[in-house]
């Protein structure tokens, strides 16, 4: 009667932790919450300030402090559209998704190479990938500068194209592995028994599964593409100038033209946060790949 009992008795006991331990974290949850709230209220103020701040007239946005129910304008929009955006925006896309596709294209296999079908010494290449990213920017600026102009590819979007793919492939190689890390052995097999190619797995099987950090890699690569300013402000001038080189035109002699630059950068920002929402579901998934085993 005691043995048969005991397990009965067992579950019992822990049932009743569990309880006691869900009634002890209720009062936390609206606390968390509430910080939570508050993190994200910090994050997203300055954003917020910025588009307030196009709004404003210059007489307003430089007052000091700055007034919040100052008159509204779009003054500041105004002069944006006048200054042109349209070919610095169209270099900014064409250098972002072009160098975004070719580090997708490179970064996948790479990692398949690493995670799945793990090469010999897997370790060390991935310390290689990772040390490419020890060296600063501007350490290579001038052996850039000088190349570019030995080789006449001077304010020319591609070579930009090419420096930004160079600049994303470290990172999407060590994201994309851990992502590919999490395909089932499985359905790889599966595929290999009936015939399919090292492509055709790729593109079929592998590619499916791993479409949220994919998303998630394709979006932070082309993040910082779109964000880079000091290979371009260096690289270009008035042909392959992006976004970023054309903000900075607003910081002029004359002073800081602020409503027109936080118009400016508003209006640059749209591509990008049209792009985290469109992607948002995937690139949560994505970064939650891996998380928990």
């Known amino acids: 009667m005691s043995t048969a009992t005991t397990p009965a008795r067992t579950a019992r006991v822990a049932t009743t932790r569990r309880e006691r331990r869900a009634r002890s974290m209720q009062p936390a949850k609206p606390l968390w919450s509430f910080l939570a709230w508050v993190v994200g209220l910090l994050f997203v103020a300055p954003v917020l300030w ?13 007052t000091n402090p700055p007034s919040i129910a100052a ?15 349209v070919a610095p925006l169209l270099n900014s896309a064409m250098a972002s998704i072009i160098s975004t596709l070719i580090v997708l294209c490179l970064a996948i296999p790479a990692a398949y190479a690493l995670s799945i079908r793990p090469v010999e010494k897997w370790t060390d290449v991935m310390f290689f990938f990772l040390s490419t990213k020890f060296l600063p920017i501007v350490a290579g600026l001038l052996p850039l500068y000088l190349f570019a102009q030995n080789t006449g590819l001077l304010d020319n979007i591609w ?39 090292l492509l055709r797995t790729l593109a079929t099987v592998v590619a499916p599964v791993a479409m949220p950090g994919i998303a998630a890699t394709a979006l932070i690569c082309f993040i910082f593409s779109w964000n880079e300013l000091l290979l371009a402000r260096t690289l270009t001038a008035t042909v392959a100038g992006t976004s970023p080189v054309f903000l900075t035109s607003f910081v002029t002699s004359q002073g800081l033209f602020l409503a027109q630059l936080c118009a400016a950068a508003t209006a640059v920002s749209l591509p990008v946060l049209v792009a985290g929402f469109a992607a948002q579901d995937k690139l949560v998934q994505g970064l939650s790949l891996g998380a928990v085993k």
């Open 50 to 62: 910025m588009v307030l701040t196009s709004l404003h007239s210059e007489t307003d946005a430089a």
């Open 71 to 85: 008159g509204l304008t779009l003054d500041g929009y105004r002069s944006f559209l006048a200054a042109d955006p």
């Open 159 to 197: 070579l930009l194209v090419l420096l930004y793919t160079a600049m994303n492939l470290p990172i999407a190689v060590w994201m994309m592995r851990s992502f590919l890390a999490e395909v089932p052995v499985d359905i790889l097999e599966a595929a290999s028994i009936d015939g399919a190619g």
